[in-house]
């Protein structure tokens, strides 16, 4: 199959050109720096303006959007906001614009987030539980509505990643300085749930949902049983074999990181993957203990 990615060199879009490639398909990445693209052929863009790319969503079957500047990467002062949203919605209206010039109706698939839920307890959250507060929140609403402006040409499939556990890079790269140093422990209560997932999944989740032609719309993609923040980081101690019991207290976290650590850090929410169970997706990490083990041994 033709298919067109754009965030084709991120810590998801990476491993995900090299899955497909290794699987026989063409894999076109959209990079506004294609020099760096190492996976997948490199076709420049600049995220938010019709070029000479739109030629490849001309071809495609797939289309993929990963595109957007990281998130959890340190404070969101009102400048970064900015440009979180921005990229996100000008990327997506790009594809979109591209998909609508065409007589070809691909499959598109465009990334979307947990956070789409917001803070929440201990109510489990599934695909038609309501949006949440704040600006994750309402970022992510609007993210999806850009790509749901495909909808009426192409299938549209719209994944709510949850957090994506890896060796390097993603929320596991960030917590394990800590850990190595002997200084890892909850973060502010540890009551919050992690709505964690085996990035190994994620990938297969995203090919499963290219795969199946009656797929569409929103899915979860999150291991089927989250963890309470205290749980999981006893965990990674227990694979580390490193005490987890510094908490990294709430109001320092505020002070460091302000809202982003209101809405990512300190909160969470506890999401199931309902719909890509109910309709006969496999995970092949649902113990978090061994997938620690797993991706750290
Ligand atoms: N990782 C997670 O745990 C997780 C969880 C939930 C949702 N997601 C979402 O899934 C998507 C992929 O995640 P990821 O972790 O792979 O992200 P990532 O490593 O930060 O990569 C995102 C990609 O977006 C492109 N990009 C960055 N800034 C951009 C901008 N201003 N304009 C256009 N493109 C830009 C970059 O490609 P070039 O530099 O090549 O242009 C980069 O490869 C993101 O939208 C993310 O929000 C991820």
Not at 130 to 149: N, T, Y
Not at 265 to 276: A, D, E, Y
Not at 280 to 289: A, K, R, V, W
């Given at each position: 199959m033709k298919i067109v990615i754009a965030g084709g060199t991120g810590f998801l879009g990476e491993p995900l050109v090299r899955r497909l490639t290794a699987g026989g398909h063409d894999v076109a990445v959209l990079s506004?720096?294609?020099?760096?693209?190492?996976?997948?052929r490199g076709v420049a863009w600049d995220g938010r303006s019709q070029g000479a790319w739109s030629a490849e969503v001309a071809k495609a079957e797939v289309v993929i959007n990963l595109a957007?500047?990281?998130?959890?990467?340190g404070r969101w002062t009102a400048d970064r906001k900015r440009r979180l949203i921005n990229s996100r919605l000008h990327a997506t209206n790009a594809i979109v614009e591209a998909l609508q010039k065409n007589d070809k109706h691909p499959t598109f698939v465009s990334a979307s987030a947990i956070?789409?839920?917001?803070p929440h307890g201990d109510e489990i959250l599934a695909e038609d539980s309501p949006r949440g507060s704040g600006f994750l929140a309402e970022l992510v609403e609007q993210w999806e509505d850009a790509a749901r402006k495909a909808e009426s040409i192409t299938r549209l499939v719209l994944p709510r990643f949850g957090v994506v556990l890896a060796r390097s890079g993603g929320a596991l790269g960030q917590m394990l300085l800590p850990f190595r140093f002997g200084v890892g422990g909850p973060i502010g209560s540890g009551k919050q749930w992690m709505s964690w997932v085996d990035r190994d999944d994620v990938l297969r989740a995203v090919s499963w949902l290219i795969e199946r032609e009656s797929a569409h719309g929103v899915y979860n993609v999150t291991a089927p049983d989250p963890a309470r923040n205290r749980d999981f980081v006893r965990a990674l101690g227990r694979a580390l074999h490193r005490?987890?019991?510094m908490p990294a207290p709430a109001f320092a976290l505020k002070i460091a990181f302000g809202e982003m650590a209101e809405e990512i850090l300190l909160t969470g929410q506890r999401v199931v993957p309902k719909r890509l169970l109910a309709e006969g997706f496999t995970f092949e990490s649902t113990d978090l203990d061994a997938t620690l083990r797993r991706i750290l041994s």
């Amino acid at each position: 199959m033709k298919i067109v990615i754009a965030g084709g060199t991120g810590f998801l879009g990476e491993p995900l050109v090299r899955r497909l490639t290794a699987g026989g398909h063409d894999v076109a990445v959209l990079s506004r720096d294609p020099a760096k693209v190492r996976a997948g052929r490199g076709v420049a863009w600049d995220g938010r303006s019709q070029g000479a790319w739109s030629a490849e969503v001309a071809k495609a079957e797939v289309v993929i959007n990963l595109a957007g500047e990281n998130i959890g990467e340190g404070r969101w002062t009102a400048d970064r906001k900015r440009r979180l949203i921005n990229s996100r919605l000008h990327a997506t209206n790009a594809i979109v614009e591209a998909l609508q010039k065409n007589d070809k109706h691909p499959t598109f698939v465009s990334a979307s987030a947990i956070g789409y839920y917001g803070p929440h307890g201990d109510e489990i959250l599934a695909e038609d539980s309501p949006r949440g507060s704040g600006f994750l929140a309402e970022l992510v609403e609007q993210w999806e509505d850009a790509a749901r402006k495909a909808e009426s040409i192409t299938r549209l499939v719209l994944p709510r990643f949850g957090v994506v556990l890896a060796r390097s890079g993603g929320a596991l790269g960030q917590m394990l300085l800590p850990f190595r140093f002997g200084v890892g422990g909850p973060i502010g209560s540890g009551k919050q749930w992690m709505s964690w997932v085996d990035r190994d999944d994620v990938l297969r989740a995203v090919s499963w949902l290219i795969e199946r032609e009656s797929a569409h719309g929103v899915y979860n993609v999150t291991a089927p049983d989250p963890a309470r923040n205290r749980d999981f980081v006893r965990a990674l101690g227990r694979a580390l074999h490193r005490p987890a019991i510094m908490p990294a207290p709430a109001f320092a976290l505020k002070i460091a990181f302000g809202e982003m650590a209101e809405e990512i850090l300190l909160t969470g929410q506890r999401v199931v993957p309902k719909r890509l169970l109910a309709e006969g997706f496999t995970f092949e990490s649902t113990d978090l203990d061994a997938t620690l083990r797993r991706i750290l041994s």
